[in-house]
Nanobody, 118 residues
Framework: QVHLVESGGGLVQAGGSLRLSCAAS????????MGWYRQAPGKQRELVAS???????IYADFVKGRFTISRDNANDAVYLQMNGLKPEDTAVYYC????????????WGQGTQVTVSS
C-alpha cells in the first residue's frame, strides 16, 4: 500500500512561484507514473503534469513553460515547481502515483490548496 502526502501549497500573488512536494510511504513498484492533478471549484480534476519511470514527461498545455515536474526515485518523491502563477491556477493540487502492473494501481494524496491572487 502506498500513502502519499503533499506539501508546499499556499497563497501567492500572480506571477509568483510555489514548489509542491509529494512524498510516498511504502515502496512504489518500479514501473510507474508519478504526477500532479488539480481540481478547481465546480470543475473536473485535470492532469497538470506527469513523469514516468521510463522518463517520459507530459505537461498540460496550460502549464507548458511555467511548471516543471521532477522526481526523486531513490526517495519515492515527486515535485512540481510552479512559476509565473496565474489566478486561474487556483485549485487543489493532488499527487498521483500509478503503478503499472498487470493492472494499474492508482494512489492519491489528500490534496494541497494553491491560491493565486490577482
Amino acid at each position: 500500500q502506498v500513502h502519499l502526502v503533499e506539501s508546499g501549497g499556499g497563497l501567492v500573488q500572480a506571477g509568483g512561484s510555489l514548489r509542491l512536494s509529494c512524498a510516498a510511504s511504502g515502496s512504489i513498484f518500479s514501473i510507474n507514473v508519478m504526477g500532479w492533478y488539480r481540481q478547481a471549484p465546480g470543475k473536473q480534476r485535470e492532469l497538470v503534469a506527469s513523469s514516468s519511470s521510463s522518463r517520459n514527461t507530459i505537461y498540460a498545455d496550460f502549464v507548458k513553460g511555467r511548471f516543471t515536474i521532477s522526481r526523486d526515485n531513490a526517495n519515492d518523491a515527486v515535485y512540481l515547481q510552479m512559476n509565473g502563477l496565474k489566478p486561474e491556477d487556483t485549485a487543489v493540487y493532488y499527487c498521483n502515483v500509478k503503478e503499472i502492473r498487470t493492472t494499474i494501481r492508482d494512489y492519491w494524496g489528500q490534496g494541497t490548496q494553491v491560491t493565486v491572487s490577482s
